[in-house]
Structure formats: structure tokens, C-alpha cells
């Protein structure tokens, strides 16, 4: 059974950061590459960033780079997004994201709030 659980969300100051964390259990997961989405009240769901499989390459949204870092720890099947220099617009529920092998897999989201 594929699962993914996402941890580290909170309230945060804008300015401020914090870490997410993906675990992920049911699949090998040092042969997936793993995404980061958010969804904002009233919007789509939106791509953030990407990992390969071994951390080789990475890829991120306009709106969160040069201030998110995807990462990965394979011994530990755990994803990452460091978040920098948070914005109120970075208020979302985020989600963890797997392909494997042709469909979908999601968690269930960690709501990262943005305020003063």
C-alpha cells in the first residue's frame, strides 16, 4: 500500500521558514521522483517542486524559487521542502506527491499558514 504522510506545517511569521517533511512507505522509493503541490483557498492545486529519484536534479515553481529547497533522504523514505522567506500568498494546504508507476498518490496535506 502506497502512503505518504506530509509533516511540519504551522504558523509561521511572514519571513520567517520552515520545513515540511514527506514520508513515504508501500513502494521503492529511491526509484521515485517526488513533488511538492499547494492549494490555496479558491485556487487549483499548484506544483511547487520536483526531485529525482537520487536527488540529482530538481525543478520549482516561479512563485517559490530562490526561496524553496526540495531535498530527499532516501535511508529515511522522507521527502523535504524548506520554505524561506515566507510569504502570506504561501498560505496553502501542501501536499506530497508520487508517480508510481503511471498513477497518482497523494497525502493528505499539512496546512502551512502565513500571518502576523
Known amino acids: 500500500q502506497v502512503q505518504l504522510v506530509e509533516f511540519g506545517g504551522g504558523l509561521v511569521q511572514p519571513g520567517g521558514s520552515l520545513r515540511l517533511s514527506c514520508a513515504a512507505s508501500?513502494?521503492?522509493?529511491?526509484?521515485?521522483?517526488m513533488r511538492w503541490y499547494r492549494q490555496a483557498p479558491g485556487k487549483e492545486r499548484e506544483f511547487i517542486a520536483y526531485?529525482?529519484?537520487?536527488?540529482?536534479?530538481?525543478n520549482y515553481a516561479d512563485s517559490v524559487k530562490g526561496r524553496f529547497t526540495i531535498s530527499r533522504d532516501n535511508a529515511k523514505n522522507t521527502v523535504y521542502l524548506r520554505m524561506n522567506s515566507l510569504k502570506s500568498e504561501d498560505t496553502a494546504v501542501y501536499y506530497c506527491?508520487?508517480?508510481?508507476?503511471?498513477?497518482?498518490?497523494w497525502g493528505q496535506g499539512t496546512q502551512v499558514t502565513v500571518s502576523s
Open positions: 506527491n508520487a508517480r508510481w508507476p503511471t498513477r497518482d498518490y
Open positions: 508501500g513502494f521503492t522509493f529511491s526509484n521515485v521522483g
Open positions: 526531485i529525482s529519484s537520487v536527488g540529482g536534479s530538481t
